[in-house]
């Protein structure tokens, strides 16, 4: 540690000098005397050395100084005024002096002396004085006795002091940032990694080894390679490690030397970094039930509400009060739970006590104050219902308790408070899930469906990082298994549907194709038309896009989207022909034909009589020649202004790009955009602000993507891929060029897709070639995490700015629970190939969604708009078969995902089980098209008898049903000792001999040919 700048020290003098002149709030003291004792392994950090280090950056032991209006006076050896003469040189303050009086350490009357005519001439009648310490060196004695010769009263000022030094300054608060920073970290990369390979590894550790553990990275941060900045590093205190049913959320708690239990672990930990405290705890679960996630949902709840309140102006107890009102009134039961204090103020001691947050407390938040904000449950019941389905140590749990702490720091105004200790608290980040549970406590109750949230924390493929994810698909449940529970799915799909109004099927079609006919109506009356229109020519209004055609004398006008087209006969020798095609009713629909004027053809077909053709005769050809061509002038431009409108019709209007100013902006840069804006590749910067996204090309093309717009966000690492990549599937799709799409992605390609190969041979062990591999794997794990990493800041910045994706009800936690943006990783481990555009791809399923992200066009599906599953052609001889996604609208076609391997049907199925999605295998494949129409006008479709009361196959039954039916008629048919491998071998040998032989007389065919043909000297001599 060295001094600090003159210019810092001056300013932080002259601030505690004019507060002290006030007199308010120092109980009209004169003057403040603060000694300091000389150091010692067993001293405390006390107020005095928070006072010593707050002007001058050093404790100064074994000195004093006393603060007088208009001066500082400091006593200290030769060795410490020397180095505080340069304090007293550089810088000085308008009528406020610094001086300096050297005292000796053998010689006791010289510094009663000097002291006792400070107090005379200086201090004044009333002196603050720490009398909360017991203050042992010469000087603190010394001072005393000068105060009591005086007859000067002594006022503790201990309060006031610590009330003065907890509003901080610039220089202050960045190594406040910096302190939370390093303890964010040793969190993060000494205690978490400690606490995964514990479990990883099943290894036995105890608190008091992983607490030692944290303790030395605070002293040494470098030892688990964290990157921390220059200075003097120290524990607050000895960190704090609790498991095993042993809790205790309170400041002074003590870690014990039991062995960690695999159950609710809280750690917390401090980090003093040039003498400026930060301070954090975190709870961690592992195999957690659900009470407990409610318990910790409402926690989080309660954290954001307490944090509303941490506002300069406001009561340092109200958050006391709004933690007590928000308990008693969404959760009145865990108000017993709740701990009477909920932190404290935090400075260079550790501790403010003038600045704990309990309900008495009435001072004020100030701007730049940072505080220890500490939430938490003490004590909380886990009876034997709620661990009913448990899994791992947890189940010997019978109470356990839960931490949350951070520094936060007050900002100014209404501004909410900011909090320096970033590590997260959602859900996904503190659980564990290391105990498998079995086929009976997957499978949900009955007529229980799982939204994908439940899905994500309770189903197979739920996150965790510490088990494989081929788990997630191991055959632990047996085929009939399965089929047991696909039927109980099949009649729980039924009965929902049978529950919905019986008129819902019926208005379905009409629904879908009911829609707004606007009837064309260019001109209000013939006054209206064009004043140069002639009476007997065919006249084109490009205006109107109207064509007026002359009959009977009078010009009668044609929208041009009923003309199919205009045709130009070739002239004859004495005039010239126009030949004008209309749309009528009965014709074959052409793909020219607007939608809109087919359904005003459709709506007034059977009442109004239509004009098919209509052929016009002139004796001036460049009259009609001219008509001719403006006519085709103004179908292209209805088709393509038409064309338009159907690309922009759902098109949603957004907002405008709000840019983040109050702080670092997140940013990658030479990203590569799909869909392309303009050329053949579109490389660019994409930067996360207060609203939305921006990605700007390097030809300063724009394209915004609101957070409010995401539906989806994706993001799969570069493993065992060529690229890595971020991808955003949104509620409205937006422009990107001149085209629409629903899909945007970011990505930066690790190698090329195709690389040329040289000829010559490379041994394995060419160094050369080793050395690329291991670039490679050095270029993929920095693109991972330069990736993640932009995720991770995208979701705090959209958080932070209150942006969120969706909303789902939770009637346990409250009528509704707001969800984050959250990125979903691709599990790979699940995926399987087929074809489901135009060429073999790798499809994964993620949370929510079935996604294939490598390859254009893009292939995403959403598993909450999957109505049912059906395989096609699943045959024993089939090496693969085509998997068809049927979606809840049923006016859209189904998917088709063809070519999928058969050795991957049983896993899809077993997937599809796990994500409640019903499914049906087929040996024929359908016409799905005219399958969707008998689907939607059957109004009895989930019902199990048809419109005559007899029975039939209930919803998609049917595809099962008729695939049964004809497999056993087959079995029917066949004999005991069938073997349809011998009888395929016995039909593809005769097929062979057949062809041999087919073979051999097309070639004796030929060679009688050639015996009966005539040669060269016959031929002429018949030709004679």
Not at 977 to 1000: F, K, L, V, W
Request: hydrophobic share 35%.
């Amino acid at each position: 540690m060295s001094l600090l700048v003159p210019q810092t020290f001056w300013d932080r003098l002259s601030l505690l000098h004019d507060s002290l002149a006030t007199g308010e709030c120092w109980n009209d003291v004169d003057s403040i005397a603060v000694p300091i004792d000389p150091p010692s392994e067993d001293a405390a950090f006390t107020k005095s050395s928070a006072f010593f280090i707050h002007l001058f950056g050093l404790e100064l032991h074994d000195s004093l100084a006393m603060l007088c209006k208009g001066a500082l006076h400091v006593l200290a050896t030769d060795e410490k005024c020397a180095m505080l003469k340069a304090l007293q040189e550089e810088g000085q303050s308008a009528g406020l002096k610094f001086q300096l009086h050297r005292v000796c350490k053998d010689n006791h009357e010289s510094t009663h002396a000097i002291l006792a005519k400070l107090v005379k001439s200086q201090a004044g009648r009333k002196i603050g004085c720490l009398e909360k310490i017991q203050f042992q060196s010469t000087l603190a004695l010394a001072l005393n006795k000068a105060i009591q010769s005086a007859g000067a009263e002594c006022i503790d000022v201990t309060s006031v002091l610590g009330m003065a030094l907890s509003v901080k300054d610039g220089h202050a608060l960045a190594t406040f940032r910096k302190a939370a920073v390093v303890t964010h970290k040793i969190l993060k990369h000494s205690f978490v990694r400690l606490l995964e390979d514990a479990f990883d590894q099943a290894k036995s550790i105890t608190h008091e080894e992983i607490a030692t553990h944290v303790d030395e990275c605070c002293e040494h941060p470098s030892k688990v390679n964290i990157k921390s900045p220059q200075g003097h590093y120290e524990s607050c205190y000895f960190p704090i490690v609790q498991s095993g049913g042993k809790y205790d959320i309170r400041p002074s708690a003590s870690t014990n030397g039991e062995t960690l239990s695999d159950d609710v672990i809280i750690i917390s930990l401090g980090v003093r970094y040039n003498f400026h405290c930060a301070n954090m705890a975190r709870t961690f679960f592992v195999d957690p039930v659900e009470s407990v996630r409610l318990n910790y949902s409402i926690l989080l709840e309660l954290r954001r509400e307490c944090l509303a309140v941490m506002l300069a102006g406001r009561c340092v107890g109200s958050v006391a009060e709004t933690a007590n009102r928000f308990i008693r009134q969404r959760c009145p039961h865990l108000l017993k739970f709740l701990p009477k204090n909920f932190g404290f103020g935090l400075g260079l001691d550790f501790r403010e006590s003038s600045l704990i947050m309990n309900a008495k407390n009435q001072r004020k938040f100030a701007q730049n104050m940072v505080f220890n904000l500490a939430i938490g449950f003490h004590d909380l019941e886990l009876t034997d219902m709620q661990k009913a389905d448990a899994q791992g140590s947890i189940r010997k749990l019978s109470k356990y308790s839960m931490l949350i702490a951070d520094t936060v720091l007050i900002q100014s105004g209404d501004e909410p408070p900011d909090i320096v200790t970033k590590h997260s608290v959602e859900w996904k980040d503190v659980s564990y899930f290391i105990n498998e549970k079995n086929d009976k406590d997957i499978m949900p109750p009955q007529g229980k469906h799982y939204t994908p949230e439940q899905v994500e924390s309770q189903s197979a493929i739920m996150s965790s990082r510490l088990r494989e994810r081929s788990k997630a698909c191991a055959p632990d449940r047996s085929s009939l298994a399965r089929n047991e529970k696909q039927a109980e799915l099949m009649q729980q799909k039924l009965s929902v549907k049978r529950s919905e109004k019986s008129s819902a099927w019926s208005q379905q079609g009409q629904l879908s194709s009911r829609a707004d006919i606007l009837e064309v109506d260019v001109y209000q009356s013939a006054g209206e038309y064009p004043r140069d229109l002639p009476s007997s020519e065919v006249y084109v209004d490009m205006q109107g896009q109207v064509l007026f055609a002359p009959i009977n004398g009078s010009q009668v006008p044609f929208h041009i989207s009923m003309i199919k087209n205009a045709v130009q006969p070739d002239p004859d020798r004495t005039a010239t022909y126009l030949r004008l095609n209309f749309f009528t009713p009965g014709q074959t629909a052409s793909k020219d034909i607007a939608p809109a004027t087919s359904k005003l053809i459709e709506q007034h077909g059977h009442n109004s009589m239509f004009i098919k053709e209509m052929l016009y005769r002139s004796r001036e050809s460049q009259r009609l020649t001219a008509a001719h061509r403006m006519i085709q002038e103004l179908r292209k431009r209805f088709r393509q202004h038409a064309a338009k409108a159907a690309e922009e019709a759902d098109l949603i209007p957004q907002e405008k790009l709000v840019k983040m100013r109050d702080q670092r902006i997140p940013r990658m840069a030479d990203l590569t955009m799909r869909p392309f804006i303009s050329g053949k590749k579109t490389t660019g910067t994409l930067e996360a602000h207060t609203n939305g996204l921006r990605f700007t090309s390097k030809k300063h093309e724009i394209v915004d993507i609101m957070y409010g717009n995401i539906k989806h966000s994706l993001f799969q690492p570069c493993e065992n891929e060529v690229m890595v990549l971020i991808h955003f599937y949104l509620k409205n799709p937006v422009l990107v060029g001149r085209k629409k799409s629903q899909n945007v992605q970011f990505l930066t390609e690790v190698v090329d897709a195709s690389v040329a190969l040289d000829s010559a041979r490379r041994s394995m062990y060419d160094p050369d070639e080793l050395d690329e591999e291991q670039r490679e794997r050095q270029l993929r794990k920095k693109l991972n995490e330069m990736f993640k990493e932009f995720c991770k800041k995208m979701e705090r910045v959209a958080k932070h700015h209150r942006f969120h994706l969706e909303y789902h009800e939770s009637t346990k936690i409250s009528s509704q629970n707001i969800s984050q943006i959250r990125f979903d990783i691709p599990y790979r481990d699940l995926g399987f190939h087929g074809v489901p555009n135009r060429e073999m791809v790798l499809i994964q399923p993620t949370v929510r969604c079935l996604v294939n992200l490598t390859e254009t066009p893009f292939f995403l599906v959403e598993l909450d708009r999957v109505e049912h599953i059906h395989f096609e052609r699943c045959t024993f001889r089939s090496k693969n078969f085509d998997m068809i996604i049927i979606l809840q609208n049923f006016d859209v076609l189904p998917l088709s995902i063809n070519a999928v391997p058969m050795n991957e049907l049983d896993a899809i199925q077993e997937w599809l089980t796990d994500c409640s999605i019903t499914y049906t295998a087929g040996q024929a494949s359908m016409s799905w098209k005219s399958v969707m129409n008998l689907v939607k006008g059957d109004p009895r479709f989930y019902e199990e008898t048809d419109e005559h009361g007899e029975s039939k196959p209930a919803g998609w039954q049917f595809l099962q049903a008729d695939d049964n039916h004809d497999g056993n008629e087959e079995e029917d048919d066949g004999d005991e000792d069938y073997s349809a491998g011998d009888d395929d071998d016995e039909d593809e040998d005769e097929e062979d001999e057949d062809e041999e032989e087919d073979d051999e007389e097309d070639v004796n065919g030929d060679d009688d040919e050639d015996d009966d043909a005539l040669d060269w000297d016959a031929m002429e001599a018949s030709a004679q």
